[in-house]
């Protein structure tokens, strides 16, 4: 498996691309510009963490302040995208701690919490209850598949994965939540 | 529908294929009774996490997100911008005051003295002898207001006018006048020395 290179996070989505076929990613991007490719990746992620988009726009926006502090680290990672995921994790379980005080991290099992019922929520909550009986990297897969993320730029948020394998890991959690939710309508 | 069925039909349709568009995929969802469910509840769940993932109000939350990086960068250009005017005003500001602190003690020292001088010295005291007065009688008035001894006024009386004797302690002229020394200098003299000295003119 090749790991995902500075180069690889340089490349702009693929509709400028195809609008710019002179366009060669030769400069690394400024931190803004790199932070601005993170936005779209981390959003359906902390989605998936937290059930809700308050509490997910709060947990990226902590996620970013981290990554400006350790801008260094960001942009000369090996996976960037993977660093910021994982930054945001850690805030994630940080705030989880916070919240249960005296649990033991393993009994966290990183589900995502539905406290905050919106109505938007309560119309995908079957959605919610069947993404909830995913894994956690299921969980990511599903929901950047959602927001429309390609397997390359799935792969480079995951970090460590496969294409091959990432594809067959995106078709069992698209078979078992077409189950999951079949069984919850019928 | 076995898993194996219920994998492809997913791999299928993630590469465009539909039931509609590729007989392939068709005639696996036929070949078994609940294959159309399937499917179904698969176009379902996809297009549910579509409406989720892909929300209004993710994209407005993408938008609030590109501000606040926007802003945040902003603010740290500010400071990046503000930092060397800071030190260089705090650097101005320690520089004035370390030379203040030079320049202050030379003002103290012209302000106040160590010690002041008076405006018109002590003048030495000036008496004419009388012809018939001696040493010894002038020394005899002068002892208790210089608190010294007889001799050291002696003394001291005459080692400031050496013109005014003949040699001799005991015969002093009448014609010159005697300056009388201060009481600091008749106090500098040795008693001993004094005393010595004036009992070699008497013996």
């Given at each position: 498996?090749?790991?995902?290179n ?12 195809a609008k ?26 902390a ?14 926006q ?11 680290r ?10 910021a ?30 406290k ?24 990511t897969?599903?929901?950047?598949l ?14 460590g994965?496969?294409?091959?394998n990432l ?20 | ?12 349709m ?27 509840a ?6 549910k ?10 994209t ?6 590109d ?36 320049m ?17 010295m002590?003048q ?13 009688q ?17 003394f ?29 200098f ?18």
């Open positions: 498996m090749e790991a995902t500075l180069f690889d996070f340089y490349t702009l989505p693929k509709a400028t691309e710019d076929k002179t366009y060669k990613p030769s400069k690394p991007p400024t931190l803004k510009e790199a932070l601005k490719l993170i936005i779209p990746k981390l959003l359906p992620y989605m998936t963490l937290v059930g809700n988009i308050d509490d997910a726009e709060d947990l990226c902590e996620a970013l302040l981290k990554l400006m502090r350790n801008e260094e960001f942009l000369n990672a090996e996976y960037p995208y993977a660093y995921k994982k930054c945001l994790r850690n805030i994630f379980i940080d705030h989880y701690r916070q919240e249960l005080r005296t649990s033991h991290l393993e009994d966290i099992n990183l589900e995502p919490s539905y905050h019922n919106l109505d938007a929520q309560l119309e995908h909550q079957d959605l919610l209850d069947c993404l909830a009986k995913h894994d956690e990297t299921d969980r897969i599903l929901g950047m959602g927001a429309g993320h390609s397997y390359q730029d799935i792969q480079r948020f995951l970090g994965i496969s294409l091959v594809r067959v890991k995106a078709s069992r959690a698209r078979a078992t939540l077409a189950d999951c939710m079949e069984g919850k309508d019928g | 529908m076995d898993k194996r069925l219920k994998l492809q039909v997913a791999d299928y993630d590469t465009g294929w539909t039931y509609q568009n590729n007989p392939e995929l068709r005639a696996i969802i036929d070949s078994v009774s609940d294959g159309k469910d399937f499917y179904e698969l176009l379902k769940s996809q297009a996490l579509k409406a989720f993932f892909s929300s209004k109000e993710l407005k939350s993408r938008k609030n997100l501000a606040f990086v926007d802003n945040a960068l902003k603010e740290e250009k500010k400071r990046s911008f503000l930092l060397p005017l800071n030190a260089f005003l705090v650097t101005s500001c320690a520089l004035l005051f370390s030379l203040n602190l030079f202050q003690p030379a003002e103290v020292v012209e302000k106040q003295p160590f010690f002041n001088l008076p405006e018109t002590p030495p005291m000036v008496t004419v002898a009388e012809s018939s007065s001696s040493l010894w002038l020394a005899d008035g002068l002892n208790e207001e210089m608190d010294a001894s007889i001799y050291q006024v002696m001291g009386i005459y080692l400031y006018n050496m013109d005014a004797f003949n040699l001799s302690m005991n015969s002093m002229r009448a014609d010159k006048a005697l300056i009388v020394p201060d009481k600091a008749i106090k500098s003299l040795s008693q001993k020395t004094s005393k010595d000295f004036v009992k070699t003119f008497t013996t």
